[in-house]
């Protein structure tokens, strides 16, 4: 038989413990549970390390109490051991590192903006956390089969909030578009969370250069923050730098940046 490994990240243990009891019920369903967003990316990487990968997610929307709107989408890299790392940036970051595992959402209340969000976040369905056992089993097995699910009286506004985030998506690439390739790389470091010295010591560059950068990239996206500033960046495709990597230029040119 072949089995299916599910993984339920949910910070309300009693919810999670109870669902996972429910799943592993089913004869060809293994099931654990992870109780915040930097748990969850342990189990993942630790099972990819035994060469035991999950199949399927079923992540909490409201992980960590943050809505999406909160902060954007982050690498999979980061997050804290409070939990902060909400639902719709652990569907991305998951996605990006692992983008075989299907990810189904468990919401509280139908939301077409924030299950637009998942769905282009990689997440494969949407499904209230109060529907049957069965419907859930239906749209874990489907998802497997690369069905997409979404509750029928969604579907209107989903479609609507996914053709306004496309044209928000091509009005943040002409933005983007118009950095210097020095601006596109910090900004790149921006997205990867760090900050005006790390970016400095990453690009071989002085603090000031950088701030006059970020200065410049902060004008010419139109915005006031690094935070918004990540946002636009996001939707416009723009991910993180790799910081495993050393920086593209040498201490030699950093004073003709």
């Not at 592993?24 to 390390?49: F, Q, T, W």
């Not at 097995?141 to 479609?159: F, S």
């Not at 306004?164 to 790149?188: G, N, Q």
């Amino acid at each position: 038989m072949v089995r299916i490994r599910v993984l339920v990240v949910d910070d309300h243990r009693i919810f999670a413990e109870s669902l996972a009891a429910a799943l592993a019920v089913e004869p060809d369903v293994d099931v654990s549970a992870a109780g915040s967003g930097p748990a969850a990316l342990r189990c993942l990487e630790r099972a990819a390390a035994e060469g035991r990968r999950f199949d399927v997610l079923l992540v909490d929307a409201d992980l960590g109490g943050r809505g999406p709107a909160a902060r954007p989408a982050v690498p999979v890299r980061d997050g804290d051991e409070d939990g902060l790392v909400d639902g719709i940036s652990l569907v991305a970051g998951v996605r990006s590192a692992q983008p075989g595992v299907r990810i189904v959402v468990l919401a509280e209340k139908d939301d077409p903006r924030r299950a637009a969000l998942a769905l282009a976040a990689g997440a494969c369905g949407w499904v209230a956390k109060d529907c049957s056992l069965s419907r859930l089993l239906s749209v874990i097995r489907g998802v497997l089969r690369d069905e997409t699910h979404l509750p029928p009286a969604l579907l209107t506004g989903v479609l609507r909030e996914l053709t306004a985030a496309r044209k928000h998506r091509t009005e943040s690439e002409r933005l983007v578009e118009s950095l210097t390739p020095r601006e596109r790389e910090v900004l790149r470091c921006m997205v990867a969370g760090l900050g005006r010295k790390a970016v400095a010591e990453r690009l071989y560059l002085s603090p000031h250069t950088v701030r006059t950068h970020m200065q410049n990239v902060l004008g010419k996206l139109g915005v006031h923050s690094t935070l918004a500033a990540v946002a636009l960046a996001r939707r416009a495709g723009v991910g993180p730098a790799d910081l495993g990597s050393a920086g593209r230029i040498g201490p030699q040119e950093s004073n003709s940046a």
